[in-house]
């Protein structure tokens, strides 16, 4: 019954969809983790109740945004003729397509996945803001506690708990991305950088029909999240 492991495992597919999969949930979670809890503070600072109700709206739109019309503003803006490349043109860069470009492509996957996602992930963050004592702000004001002191002695550790909790969640599912967004956005010239293992699971199960050997690693992508959970 080991057999779809060990060819999965001495194929010269592992090494390189492991260490895509890594880097790209690694991106994801150094820079599209911290987001929503830096919004969700910003927010908390902002005493205009309509002005912060508008940027809560804003940034909860992309969130409900289809994925194929996501990916496709994304091919638009990273084209050769998109706005991004009018950009670097005006400041005496080339045109050039980011997305066939195999360097561009995990920073504009984290960048749009952050922009989609961070209003939505913040709810949370506010919900366990809305929690802390308001007198313990009000008792440090009186000691003299500066905004900067408040944040970093009250806020902060009000939230720390639901913090720890979505990190432990999300360094469970570290092997798991959004391969949908993946394939819509993948290409031969990407394909390098860009096959994970659930796209690499999709082609070989669904495509190909072999559905043994993708259970198998799909099998692989579980056990391993399940023991960053229990790490």
Known sequence: GFAHFISFFESYYFGRLLRNTLTISLATLVFGFPA????????????????????????????????????????????????????????????????????????????????????????????????????????????????????WHITLPGIRSTIIILLIMRVGSILSVSWQEILLLQNPLTEGVSEVIQTFVYKRGIIDADYGYSAAVGLFQSVIGFAMVVT
């Open 36 to 151: 929503p809890i830096i919004l969700a503070l910003l927010l908390n600072e902002v005493r205009h109740e309509r002005y912060k109700r508008v940027i809560q709206t804003v940034s909860y739109l992309p969130h409900f945004i289809s994925l194929v019309v996501v990916c496709s503003i994304i091919r638009e803006f990273t084209g050769s003729s998109g706005l991004i490349n009018d950009i670097v043109e005006a400041l005496g860069g080339q045109r050039q397509s980011l997305l066939l470009n195999g360097k561009a492509f995990v920073p504009i996957y984290v960048i749009s996945g952050v922009w989609q996602h961070v209003g939505w992930n913040c709810i949370v963050y506010l919900a366990a803001l809305s929690g802390i004592d308001p007198t313990l702000y009000e008792a440090a004001t009186v000691d003299g506690a500066n905004r900067w002191r408040r944040l």
